[in-house]
């Protein structure tokens, strides 16, 4: 099938492309130089601006974690309903949506890839039957291994080529996509009630520290040559003062990098930008952490932003979850993983009259502000955590106009609005800096290839906004951009017109993407010969029942991965 | 011979997944690692109660037809019907159900799985206040205290004990089966300090563990496991017990208030709760607050017994409680093979894990409404589906008395009392034995059924029986608006 895209301003960071007016041809699912003009399908984009399909690298949208948050919140879904249509399968929403609802709903705004970043590797056939169940767009999940036995003991040991081998056949056996580490050390100590409370703080019974862990995974994510960093989560998240864990967590990787690229990605940065040293003298740390990221190239963000709104929220982080439940006295669900991890949800609502969600608000946007370079900082709402990815649009808006973020100052608490940032900062994005974080740039973080871009070759995932760039100034029209993410004038997912003025058009699958990490030969049956022998001893399921097969995935997209061991 | 190795035994939900099966002829001869309830599945599954073809009521008797004539007749059933239900889905696989799922929708129907006469209560209380859970590795490799409550693994989840409780191995916790056998009581040095300290300055605990913390072993060196046993008789499970609380039949609640009250170091005025001695009361919450890491299993005499959903409720309290002074974890005895994983993809795909009514167009759910014994008992349905499952002989009298007088159609492999009523009637294969397909474990880890053997000639899976309903009701449907619009 051939398409053309005409006369739109296109918007393709990775190419250098900057809202000229251009036309985007499409065949056979890729970009193409040109197509056959009298046989191709067009879409007349005159007016509109044209992007590459959105990419969000850090939400959570399938496993076991996120089905117990469904299953915790009828009353999540009950206000908030899909019907079947002749093309399209019921669901309900609200934070935690259904998986067919997911994959609508990420389409629908023009996003066509979406990485899960929480795996339990004993439960990853749940998170995969599920993603194969997420309709149109492609994805990925990151197995957790930060705290799994098998890494506290080799890196323990020093043994850190022995922890490459394993951390390899871990990411194949549960068709994952990157090393996400969850407060390191700190859930094998929750597996007893306890926490970690820095970087230096050995974890109990292992005999290693958080910031072992961290630099040791670094290392065998470059023994690997993974495409994306380790994917981590913070020590301490969710409590005041933890602005200096992060730092110190930056800075503790510093040295692991070569030639100015990035080895450690920070997710839902606004969650571990807290400074202060209780709730009462609790501010923003965002400045902080931003002068910081301005001076170093090794890392990379992303913002998890905070919505004002009801939701769940979830994470591979047990204690804090705990935390939370003893905090808010809400609903409290835990789910520990033998051998390798936990989790915890708990339902919550960020408030614009509450000081503290107020600050959280200001926080993520701050960051986003204040961090120069777009490539660095990611937008995210660590779905459902800040709240749900529905809420880009408004994001989009804060970001793009000044006027947006005033607006909603206006009606937050005094106190966090006083404090806040926000007014001394002038900075608007535009679209092109818009394309870099809700795209272009993490794919590039992510080291996908073929998406965030429009440049030949690229996989034809596209999305159509209907906003005129040269006729409207989205700082001034915050609620028209907000309007034009909102529902995609066209999204287009491997060359099919799947969207159309924020309809679902189609029903289809999409691709599970995962790293087929080749190991040199003979290391690997050796490796499969002493996982057979310990794995009675470590888990409760045989060893041949443990990794996913290809069965489970609805379309396998093997990545080659060639290691270094 | 040919030996097939790591087969999950698809009976009940502690889905052990090391059973070694011996093939002959295309039948197993022999099973190892499984117990009794595993072994006569596997070696039975070809008996004499084995429907092998399929079967179409007419003028009161059951003739022998095609599979595309079966097919066709509850096609058409469905698609006519105005409010089906479709019920059964755990003993079966986690695919067949998905498709099932999509029938449901597509005929505007309403469907439900076994926990709705189960689990059901349990369910709902989690949907109330959460659940404090982990898999059953991490109670097999941590927890120093068991607890059994309502249930009696040894008769009904006759390996759980010894694979993921007070019997297994594990990293920091030893088997107690030597502990058993000497039935070691006494509580020794750090653990005394500790509990005594956490009742002293009961305000400060992270206090307490900043000082306990540097010499913080876990159990290993100390003591083995202790197990508790809550239950109305003396069940096998009770025999190995450290501490038996007989308790008073329906006063489970009364029980666990009281349990509440003591953990929270409240002094109770009574001398007896619900039939056990306060004094016994405390010596076993002392164990509860002092131990490292604690889990509690319910079963249907827990959720099911007295005052149900309140039950359920103040059981998953105690645990809240407890998890201020330890940790402590509780999960309930699943027991059909596959009811958490019909939980699960009813979840992921509707939101709800149960009773969800498509009627709408989209999923619903109210327990009590859009369960499907309530629309049984209301008499609205006009149609049935039931998929390995004999709703007939286990429902109320009343609800099933309507199911039967709906046109039913039954899919599964025996000819139960549910077959037997039906008007059409599908002989299908055993999921984990002649089909493929995953299960969910009662701890929620996914596990892989295998097909080891075929089955009988002609007889498909459910989930590929379901796929070609689907396919026809699909085709009737497009007939008919084809139909209206000439
Ligand atoms: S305990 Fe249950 S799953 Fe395990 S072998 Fe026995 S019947 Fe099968
Ligand atoms: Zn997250």
Known sequence: ?565 | MPVVKAVSCPVCGSLCDDIELTIENGEVVKVKNGCAMCEAKFLSHRSEHRIRKPLIRKDGEFVETTLEEAIRRTAEILAEANYPVLYGWSNTSCEAISVGIELAEEVGGVIDNTAVVCHGPSLLSVQDMGIPSCTLGQIRHRADLIIYWGCDPWSAHPRHIERYTAFAEGRFEKSAWRGYMAKIRSLIGLKKIRSAAKRLVLKEPSEIEARLKPTFVPSIAREGRKLIVVDVRRTKTAEMADFFIQVEPGKDYELLQALRALVRDQELEVDHVAGVPVEYLEEVVDAMVSCDFGALFFGLGLTMGGAKLRNIDAALSLIRDLNMRTKFVIMPMRGHFNVTGANMVFTWQTGYPYAVDFSLGYPRYNPGETSVVDVLLRGESDAALVVASDPVSSFPRKAAEHLARNPLIYVGPHMDVTAQVADVVIPSAFVGIEAPGTAYRMDHVPIPLKKVVDPPEGVLPDEEILRRILSEVRKIKREKTKAEAA
Request: glycine letters at 8%; charged letters at 25%.
């Open chain 1, 1 to 565: 099938m051939e398409l053309l895209i005409r006369n739109g301003f296109v918007f393709d960071p990775i190419n250098g492309v900057n809202g000229e007016k251009m036309d985007i041809a499409v065949k056979d699912g890729k970009i193409v130089d040109k197509v056959n003009e009298s046989r191709a399908k067009t879409i007349d984009a005159t007016g509109m601006v044209v992007m590459p399909g959105g990419v969000d690298i850090h939400s959570h949208i399938a496993g076991g974690k996120v089905n117990a948050g469904r299953l915790l919140r009828p009353e999540d879904h009950f206000k908030d309903v899909e019907r079947k249509t002749a093309v399209t399968r019921s669901g309900v929403g609200y934070s935690i949506p259904s998986t067919f609802t997911t994959g609508y709903r990420y389409a629908r705004m023009g996003w066509t890839t979406v990485m899960d970043p929480a795996m339990p590797p004993l439960e990853a056939k749940h998170t995969h039957e599920e993603l194969s169940d997420t309709p149109i767009i492609d994805k990925a999940s990151y197995p957790l291994l930060g705290d799994w036995w098998f890494v506290l003991e080799y890196l323990r040991d020093g043994k850190i080529e022995e922890c490459a081998r394993h951390v390899a056949w871990m990411i194949k056996a549960t068709k994952g996509y990157a090393i996400k580490v969850v407060n390191p050390g700190g859930l094998e100590a929750w597996g007893y009630g306890r926490n970690v409370e820095s970087l230096d703080d050995p974890v109990p019974c292992f005999g290693i520290t958080p910031r072992e862990i961290i630099r040791g995974l670094c290392k065998v994510n470059k023994l690997l040559h993974l495409p994306h960093t380790i994917h981590l989560h913070t020590n301490n998240l969710g409590k005041p003062g933890n602005y200096l864990t992060a730092l110190e967590t930056m800075r503790c990787v510093e040295d692991l990098a070569e030639n100015g690229k990035p080895v450690i990605h920070i997710t839902h940065c606004q969650f571990c930008a807290f400074k202060g040293d209780d709730w009462r003298t609790f501010q923003s740390g965002a400045e902080e952490i931003a002068n910081y990221v301005n001076a170093h190239s090794h890392v990379t963000l992303d913002m998890g932003q905070v919505i004002f709104t009801d939701t769940t929220t979830m994470t591979a982080d047990g204690p804090f979850q705990y935390t939370l439940y003893t905090l808010t006295g809400n609903k409290w669900t835990n789910h520990d993983v033998e051998t390798e991890t936990s989790a915890g949800i708990v339902p919550f609502h960020y408030k614009r009259k509450s000081y503290v969600h107020a600050t959280q608000w200001s926080i993520g946007l701050e960051l986003a502000l204040l961090i120069k370079d777009p490539w660095k900082i990611m937008m995210t709402t660590d779905h459902p955590n800040g709240g749900p990815f529905t809420a880009y649009p408004r994001i989009i808006a804060w970001l793009m106009s000044r006027k947006a973020r005033e607006a909603t100052l206006r009606k937050i608490n005094p106190k966090a609005r006083s404090r806040s940032l926000l007014p001394s900062i002038s900075r608007e994005l535009d679209f092109y800096e818009i394309a870099i974080v809700t795209r272009a740039g993490q794919a590039k973080a992510l080291g996908l290839k073929n998406k965030g871009h429009l440049g030949v070759g690229a996989d034809a995932d596209i999305a159509i906004y209907n906003f005129n760039p040269e006729t409207m100034d989205p700082a001034k029209n915050y609620r028209a951009v907000r309007r034009a993410f909102k529902r995609a004038a066209y999204t287009i997912k491997g060359g099919q017109v799947v969207v159309k003025d924020g309809e679902v058009l189609k029903h289809m699958d999409g691709a599970t993407m995962w790293l087929d990490v080749q190991l040199c030969e003979p290391c690997e049956i050796e490796l499969n010969e002493n996982l057979k022998r310990r794995f009675k001893e470590y888990w409760t399921v045989e060893f041949e029942n443990y990794p996913v097969s290809e069965d489970y995935l609805a379309v396998s997209h093997p990545i080659p991965v060639k290691a270094d061991v």
